[in-house]
């Protein structure tokens, strides 16, 4: 049996969610009107793995990579790997995402803290409640748990 063939019986066990996530991590797979949202999916996974990658880079205000990152500079070298040019700032990534509720977020939507109407830091959500990020000057690029409830979502496609 190929591997095509046994997609309609995978799809069939593990559900349409579970269809995703294998497109997500490399799987090929053909769900109708779901091709977009999949690609979407694939290329924030892809972003996501390369923003892990990066860990224990040092911050560096206004540092894009390879070797230093500032936090939108993260997620800019980061999406960019990924094959989506995303703007340089925290502020205007925001404003170039489709903005989704909390839940709606999944692994690989970008997680925008802010102060009123001020977006001042971005992330790369991981799930469970966590994020890739830069921190701030001294720290390292890490994962760790969103620490406020100040945040909006955006999701890149």
């Known amino acids: 049996m190929t591997a095509l063939n046994r997609v309609p019986s995978m799809m069939a066990r593990a559900g349409t969610a579970s269809a995703l996530t294998l497109a997500a991590v490399g799987g090929s797979i053909a769900v109708p009107g779901l091709a977009g949202e999949a690609s979407a999916a694939t290329m924030a996974t892809k972003a996501l793995h390369i923003a892990a990658s990066k860990k224990g880079a040092p911050y560096q205000y206004g540092a894009t990579g390879p070797r230093r990152f500032d936090c939108s500079g993260l997620t800019l070298y980061s999406f960019k790997k990924a094959g989506k040019k995303l703007p340089r700032t925290a502020a205007q990534q925001y404003n170039k995402t489709r903005h989704i509720s909390a839940g709606h977020r ?52």
Request: hydrophobic content about 40%; overall charge positive; aromatic content about 16%.
């Open 106 to 157: 999944r692994a690989g939507d970008l997680v925008f803290f802010h102060s009123g109407s001020s977006v001042y830091h971005v992330g790369i959500y991981a799930g469970k409640g966590k994020i890739w990020h830069a921190p701030k000057t001294g720290s390292v690029v890490r994962l760790e748990k969103i620490w406020t409830r100040s945040v909006w979502y955006g999701r890149v496609s």
